[in-house]
């Protein structure tokens, strides 16, 4: 049974019974514990949801970590065909160059071949010519 104190002139301690403000009391202190129980269960929830939310914040952070070491690995891929570009076209130049380089030697050794057969030309009707004389 539940009981409160008040002041009065003639007890200070007399003991009020009034079963108005006892049932009162008691409505309170149900309303209050249904309160509080219902903070603990909405703390629990808030917890298990802040779990949650941070497994899957370390699940993006992981997925984050792959892309961007997918990222890097792309970007190396690139940067090296990128010098594997560079080195073949400069191979292309090179060969260009040689090729350049060789077609005039080509056209000297023609230019020359040319005067050779002249020359045999030449040799041969002077020898045809001294072949005669003779």
Same mark, same amino acid.
């Given at each position: ?16 019974? *009034? ?14 514990? /249904?309160?509080? /129980? +219902? ?14 939310? +941070? ?6 952070? /992981? ?20 010098? *594997? ?5 400069? *191979?292309?130049? /090179?060969? +260009? ?38």
């Amino acid at each position: 049974m539940y009981c409160a104190t008040t002041s009065s002139s003639a007890n200070k301690f007399d003991v009020v019974t *009034d079963w108005r403000r006892i049932q009162g009391m008691e409505s309170t202190i149900t309303h209050l514990k /249904a309160l509080l /129980a +219902k903070e603990v269960n909405n703390n629990k929830v808030e917890k298990e949801g802040f779990e949650l939310l +941070k497994e899957e914040v370390e699940a993006l952070r /992981a997925s984050t970590k792959l892309l961007e070491k997918q990222l890097q690995d792309t970007l190396s891929e690139q940067n090296s065909g990128q010098e *594997d570009v560079v080195a073949a076209l400069e *191979d292309i130049s /090179a060969a +260009k160059k040689e090729l350049s380089a060789n077609q005039q030697e080509l056209e000297t050794a023609q230019s020359e071949l040319t005067t050779a057969r002249k020359v045999i030309n030449e040799l041969t009707q002077a020898n045809a010519e001294l072949e005669c004389k003779v």
